[in-house]
């Protein structure tokens, strides 16, 4: 039960003006990235389900530095992978990942893969992360492992062979590539993203100082229930959506 006096994911009366909000906060997770680093050459993309078009979805246009990004350069891209609005071209590998990762999944709203240090680098291990850390139990029997790598993802049915192994879960480990999150927001999947390639980043070094006492499971499955539900989620974002917006408020445009 969320508090009264908790923040609220909004609710809208036009499909226009919950468009807007969600390219806007679609814009705000980019710039993010990008100040966490998250950046690297042309990889990388978030997706944000159209709320007319649903099996349509909103995508940073290729090749454009995650930090410039405005809510107005953003692609609309439907299901066959055509732009549909927007003039620049669409990442095939947003399309054939990503597409398939909505089809799949209908309960949820957004997707976010990048090629971010510590992620990329914890799933060269294939391994799954432990419940090191109070953060890190968000994902505790709710990530999957992709334990395969056959070069870039261009194809639809690798994109399909990575949404089956995701399952219902909300995040998935790539071997040898990346993280990728889903959420039922924009702000949720962003900030599993964050807090996952953070855990990835602590798990490694508390690997490299010794051996890490685990959380046992029972505490684990508690502290998850706790955190890693879609509204802890959405509500862990908002801060750092106000703190960019006031810093960078043309992300907005």
């Known amino acids: 039960m969320i508090p009264e006096n908790f923040p609220q994911p909004p609710t809208f009366e036009k499909v226009e003006d919950e468009r807007c909000y969600l390219k806007q906060r679609l814009a705000a997770a980019f710039r993010l ?80 893969h990048a090629h971010s240090l510590y992620g990329k680098t914890w799933s060269t291990l294939g391994r799954l992360l432990d419940p090191l850390t109070q953060d890190a139990c968000a994902f505790y029997e709710d990530h999957a492992l992709f334990n395969d790598y056959t070069g870039v993802v261009l194809q639809t049915d690798e994109g399909d062979r990575i949404a089956q192994t995701l399952g219902r879960k909300k995040a998935i480990i790539l071997r040898n590539h990346g993280l990728l999150t889903v959420g039922h927001s924009v702000d949720e999947a962003a900030w599993w993203f964050i807090t996952m390639d953070r855990s990835c980043q602590a798990q490694l070094m508390a690997e490299a100082a010794g051996i890490p006492q685990l959380i046992d499971p029972d505490t684990a499955r508690l502290t998850a229930s706790q955190i890693g539900y879609p509204y802890g989620g959405w509500l862990s974002f908002q801060s750092l959506y106000e703190m960019i917006v006031s810093q960078e408020p043309d992300l907005l445009d």
Request: charged share 20%.
């Open 33 to 112: 990235f990008a100040r966490y680093g998250f950046d690297e050459g042309v990889a990388g993309h978030i997706t944000v389900r159209d709320p007319e078009f649903l099996d349509h979805f909103w995508v940073n246009p290729f090749g454009m530095y995650f930090g410039h990004i405005c809510a107005s350069d953003l692609l609309l891209v439907n299901h066959d992978g055509e732009v549909v609005k927007g003039t620049k071209p669409v990442n095939q590998a947003a399309f054939a990942i990503h597409s398939r990762i909505h089809q799949s999944r209908p309960d949820i709203q957004a997707a976010a």
